[in-house]
């Protein structure tokens, strides 16, 4: 059967159109799991970062306690001092009513008028009487001055540490709020990832430590961690020898922020406790200790030296030799030895 044009026509154009529509059935939507992935060094990168934060956060944490623990110590120690001061002033009262009581017997009534007024100090300057008195009464209105004074600066500073005291205990407090909402927020991240993305990523870190350690000359026992007998560590001498072999014990012990042992530990806390065993005390935070004892080149670095990292000085670790480190590095991890690999980041270091 022959057709018209307009019929060849017609049926010209259903026929793409039915294609179009039968294609167009075909074509599912992709599942969310069929999206394209992070590349994995793209999240590792992103992981870092968070963990780099919540450290500073938690070394900003410690360094408030120490902050808060040295002005504790500071206001005591003033509060004692105003009660003896209290003491000293009614001392220099009494000298001087018994001198006021022999200008009174001497009938010299216009001194005593000093004496009695209820601002002796501010007679004393409209009138200019100090230099007038014998030696004996201006010797006794001198040290009656000077114990006031002294007094009234112990008290305002009193009042100065009181206020510092309580904004560092609200600091503390927010930053404490600080480290747990980037706590939460890598965890989530973490919690994103799939098994397979958390197994890739710790083979990355593995992969990347082992190759490191190749590259230094030193190869990690099959099966275990590397220790201090494996690298092995050469302390330079006795004092040194103490804090490393403290610090070599704690391999493996997992890591908590704000911690100082016994079984967990945070950079700064693991450093602190390692030289107070050679009788070394360290201030609590990472930033406090960078600025502890003499500063050491790269290249000069003996074992025991302390080793900090990234601008804010927000990690540190203890040098054993060799190109290595021990350190408490994150959490979730446990305090372990590594290549100070850390070439872009590393920031200073110190010989305690």
């Given at each position: 059967?022959?057709?018209?044009?307009?019929?060849?026509?017609?049926?010209?154009?259903?026929?793409?159109?039915?294609?179009?529509?039968?294609?167009?059935?075909?074509?599912?939507p992709l599942p969310a799991s069929a999206a394209p992935?992070?590349?994995?060094?793209?999240?590792?990168?992103?992981?870092?970062?968070?963990?780099?934060?919540?450290?500073?956060?938690?070394?900003?944490?410690?360094?408030?306690?120490?902050?808060?623990?040295?002005?504790?110590?500071?206001?005591?120690?003033?509060?004692?001092?105003?009660?003896?001061?209290?003491?000293?002033?009614?001392?220099?009262?009494?000298?001087?009513?018994?001198?006021?009581?022999?200008?009174?017997?001497?009938?010299?009534?216009?001194?005593?008028?000093?004496?009695?007024?209820?601002?002796?100090?501010?007679?004393?300057?409209?009138?200019?009487?100090?230099?007038?008195?014998?030696?004996?009464k201006a010797q006794a209105m001198t040290d009656?001055?000077?114990?006031?004074?002294?007094?009234?600066?112990?008290?305002?500073?009193?009042?100065?540490?009181?206020?510092?005291?309580?904004?560092?205990?609200?600091?503390?407090?927010?930053?404490?709020?600080?480290?747990?909402?980037?706590?939460?927020?890598?965890?989530?991240?973490?919690?994103?990832?799939?098994?397979?993305?958390?197994?890739?990523?710790?083979?990355?870190?593995?992969?990347?430590?082992?190759?490191?350690?190749?590259?230094?000359?030193?190869?990690?026992?099959?099966?275990?961690?590397?220790?201090?007998?494996?690298?092995?560590?050469?302390?330079?001498?006795?004092?040194?020898?103490?804090?490393?072999?403290?610090?070599?014990?704690?391999?493996?012990?997992?890591?908590?922020?704000?911690?100082?042992?016994?079984?967990?530990?945070?950079?700064?806390?693991?450093?602190?406790?390692?030289?107070?065993?050679?009788?070394?005390?360290?201030?609590?935070?990472?930033?406090?200790?960078?600025?502890?004892?003499?500063?050491?080149?790269?290249?000069?670095?003996?074992?025991?030296?302390?080793?900090?990292?990234?601008?804010?000085?927000?990690?540190?670790?203890?040098?054993?030799?060799?190109?290595?480190?021990?350190?408490?590095?994150?959490?979730?991890?446990?305090?372990?030895?590594?290549?100070?690999?850390?070439?872009?980041?590393?920031?200073?270091?110190?010989?305690?």
């Amino acid at each position: 059967m022959s057709l018209s044009g307009r019929e060849r026509t017609s049926r010209a154009m259903v026929l793409p159109l039915a294609v179009a529509t039968l294609v167009a059935g075909l074509v599912v939507p992709l599942p969310a799991s069929a999206a394209p992935k992070r590349p994995i060094e793209e999240t590792r990168r992103q992981l870092e970062a968070l963990h780099d934060q919540e450290e500073a956060a938690t070394e900003k944490y410690n360094d408030l306690r120490e902050d808060i623990a040295s002005v504790k110590v500071r206001l005591t120690a003033t509060q004692t001092k105003i009660g003896e001061q209290r003491k000293a002033v009614a001392s220099a009262r009494i000298a001087l009513g018994k001198i006021a009581s022999d200008t009174y017997k001497a009938g010299d009534l216009a001194t005593l008028s000093l004496f009695l007024s209820d601002r002796p100090d501010e007679y004393v300057r409209a009138n200019g009487v100090l230099m007038s008195l014998g030696d004996r009464k201006a010797q006794a209105m001198t040290d009656l001055l000077d114990r006031q004074q002294q007094l009234v600066a112990s008290m305002t500073d009193v009042q100065e540490q009181q206020q510092r005291l309580e904004k560092s205990q609200r600091d503390l407090q927010a930053t404490r709020i600080e480290v747990e909402r980037r706590v939460s927020k890598t965890t989530e991240m973490l919690a994103r990832l799939s098994g397979e993305e958390k197994a890739r990523l710790g083979q990355l870190q593995i992969g990347q430590d082992r190759t490191s350690l190749e590259e230094l000359g030193i190869k990690i026992p099959a099966g275990k961690r590397l220790t201090c007998d494996d690298v092995p560590v050469v302390a330079p001498n006795a004092r040194v020898a103490k804090a490393l072999k403290y610090a070599c014990a704690q391999l493996g012990d997992p890591y908590l922020w704000g911690a100082e042992g016994p079984r967990n530990f945070d950079c700064s806390g693991l450093t602190l406790m390692a030289w107070k065993q050679a009788g070394v005390t360290l201030p609590r935070s990472s930033q406090q200790q960078a600025r502890q004892g003499t500063k050491v080149k790269a290249e000069n670095l003996q074992p025991g030296d302390l080793v900090f990292f990234h601008s804010g000085l927000t990690h540190v670790g203890i040098y054993i030799g060799k190109g290595l480190m021990l350190h408490a590095p994150r959490r979730g991890d446990v305090v372990k030895i590594v290549p100070m690999r850390y070439n872009s980041s590393f920031a200073t270091a110190v010989r305690v």
